[in-house]
C-alpha cells in the first residue's frame, strides 16, 4: 500500500489471485508487501499461503511479520538494507529469524548495499548481505551462505546437483 490510497481492494483481490494461481500451479510465491503486513498475512491465511509457501522478498517488516509468514513455511528474504545503518529493525529480525527459513538477495538495481549504497545494485554484491547478517549473527560468512544456498534449494525443489 506504499505510496497508493483510497480503496485498495483492486490489489486485495489480484493477491488472492496470485496466491491462488501459485497453490494451483505448484510454485511457490513470491510476496513483497510494504506497509501492508496486516493484510498480506490475512490474505495468505484466508487463501491457504501455506500449502504451498514461498519467500517474503526484500523484506522490511518487524519480527512479528517475519515469524508469522514462516508460520505459513514462508522464507524471509534480506536485500542490501540490511546493511544500512538505521536498519536496526530489520538487523534485529536477520539475527533472530532460524537460518533454515532465511534467504539473501540483491534487489538489483535497486538498494545496493553498503559500501555501495546509493550506486545501481549489481547481483555480485549479494556478499555484503551475506557478510552484514554474518556479523549480526557472530557466524562466519561461509555459515550464512551454506544455509541460504540450502534454503534456496529446498524452497524452489531444485537438487543442488542440477545446477
Known amino acids: 500500500?506504499?505510496?497508493?490510497?483510497?480503496?485498495?481492494?483492486?490489489?486485495?483481490?489480484?493477491?488472492?489471485?496470485?496466491?491462488?494461481?501459485?497453490?494451483?500451479?505448484?510454485?511457490?510465491?513470491?510476496?513483497?508487501?510494504?506497509?501492508?503486513?496486516a493484510d498480506t498475512l490475512r490474505l495468505m491465511q484466508e487463501e491457504g499461503a501455506d500449502k504451498i509457501g514461498g519467500v517474503m522478498h526484500c523484506f522490511t517488516e518487524s519480527l512479528k511479520v517475519a515469524l508469522a509468514a514462516i508460520e505459513m513455511n514462508f522464507y524471509i528474504s534480506f536485500s542490501g538494507i540490511v546493511t544500512f545503518k538505521k536498519a536496526?529493525?530489520?538487523?534485529?529480525?536477520?539475527?533472530?529469524?532460524?537460518?533454515?527459513?532465511?534467504?539473501?538477495?540483491?534487489?538489483?538495481?535497486?538498494?545496493a548495499p553498503v559500501p555501495h549504497r546509493g550506486r545501481t545494485n549489481e547481483p555480485a554484491w549479494v556478499v555484503h548481505v551475506a557478510e552484514a547478517i554474518a556479523r549480526l549473527r557472530g557466524v562466519d560468512v561461509a555459515t550464512i551462505a551454506e544455509a541460504t544456498s540450502?534454503?534456496?534449494?529446498?524452497?524452489?525443489?531444485?537438487?543442488p546437483d542440477a545446477r
Do not use: C, N
Open 88 to 111: 536496526l529493525d530489520l538487523k534485529e529480525v536477520a539475527t533472530r529469524i532460524p537460518l533454515e527459513r532465511m534467504l539473501i538477495e540483491t534487489d538489483s538495481p535497486y538498494l
Open 150 to 159: 540450502a534454503d534456496y534449494f529446498h524452497l524452489f525443489r531444485i537438487e
Open 1 to 37: 500500500y506504499f505510496r497508493l490510497t483510497g480503496d485498495l481492494e483492486w490489489q486485495r483481490e489480484r493477491f488472492r489471485t496470485h496466491i491462488r494461481a501459485a497453490v494451483e500451479s505448484g510454485k511457490p510465491l513470491i510476496i513483497h508487501t510494504r506497509s501492508a503486513s
